[in-house]
């Protein structure tokens, strides 16, 4: 389709003033359903289907509700919850993938997290929250 071809334009015209946005409740929401459809398949279970059916509608009622900053509270406050449960994770897969570059350290007074690259030998780390030293070994 070209950039300006009528049916954008209309599509442009019918989003102006409505929510649209792929928040972390909406992905939430879309794959939970994704994964219900997929596994209503294997034991022949209709209502997973159905639920997924509902959690889809919903995601699309949010994205096309007109009451944004309805939609923005209720996103924060799924983000509230969803953040502590998600951060562990997160915080694991980042130090997988950093863990061939860099050693990381706790340091021993106000426990900050500490990344020193690999492969220096013994050094001396100083604590860039608290100042304090201590010895390690990369």
Do not use: E
């Not at 997929?38 to 022949?44: A, E, I, N, Q, Y």
């Not at 939609?71 to 980042?94: E, S």
Request: aromatic share 16%; proline share 4%.
């Amino acid at each position: 389709m070209k950039p300006n071809s009528k049916f954008l334009q209309r599509l442009q015209r019918f989003m102006v003033g409505r929510y649209g946005q792929n928040d972390t409740l909406n992905k939430f929401l879309n794959n939970l359903a994704f994964i219900l459809i997929v596994v209503s398949f294997f034991p022949k279970v209709t209502w997973l289907a159905l639920v997924a059916l509902l959690l889809l509608v919903l995601s699309y009622w949010r994205l096309f509700s007109k009451k944004i900053y309805t939609q923005v509270a209720i996103n924060r406050g799924f983000q509230h919850v969803w953040f502590p449960l998600v951060r562990p994770f997160t915080r694991l897969g980042y130090q997988i993938k950093q863990h061939w570059q860099y050693r990381f350290f706790h340091c021993s007074a106000c426990h900050q997290r500490i990344r020193i690259p690999r492969h220096h030998g013994h050094v001396r780390i100083t604590c860039p929250n608290c100042g304090h030293q201590f010895d390690a070994r990369t």
